[in-house]
């Protein structure tokens, strides 16, 4: 049997972080959430995690500081809107994908098929 791959969701928003993973898990992800950037940190130090999946915009350690401090994991970025994001902080963060908020569930399916595929 394959391992589910596990996805570590950042997120501040209570409903999304509680209905995300939900919906994930029917896909076969295993999903570990936290709701600020210290949280995914501290979550990091304990778990093997191979995807994660961030707003950009946290209170505290943003988004942005949080992939910083995990290079060596494929990110996903969740933002207002997609198209505004600048592509240069993209690739500063080698980030694979930015995500439009409200996230539409068969992009962020195809997202994530993508980077376990290639990991």
């Known amino acids: 049997m394959l391992q589910q791959p596990t996805i570590l969701f950042v997120d501040d928003e209570p409903v999304l972080r509680e209905l995300l993973p939900l919906w994930l898990a029917q896909h076969g992800y295993r ?3 936290a709701s600020s950037g210290e949280e995914a940190l501290a979550i990091l130090q304990n778990e ?12 505290g350690i943003s988004g942005a500081q949080l992939i ?8 996903l970025v969740l933002y ?3 198209a505004d994001f600048p592509e240069k902080e993209k690739h500063r963060l080698r980030i694979r994908e930015v995500l ?6 068969e992009i962020l399916l195809s ?9």
């Open 100 to 105: 439009s908020k409200p996230i539409r569930r």
């Open 48 to 59: 093997a995690v191979d995807v994660l999946l961030t707003d950009y915009n946290l209170p």
């Open 111 to 119: 997202a994530l098929k993508d980077i376990t595929i290639q990991n």
């Open 80 to 82: 207002s809107d997609a």
């Open 31 to 33: 999903v570990l959430t």
């Open 68 to 75: 910083e401090q995990v290079p060596h994991k494929p990110a």
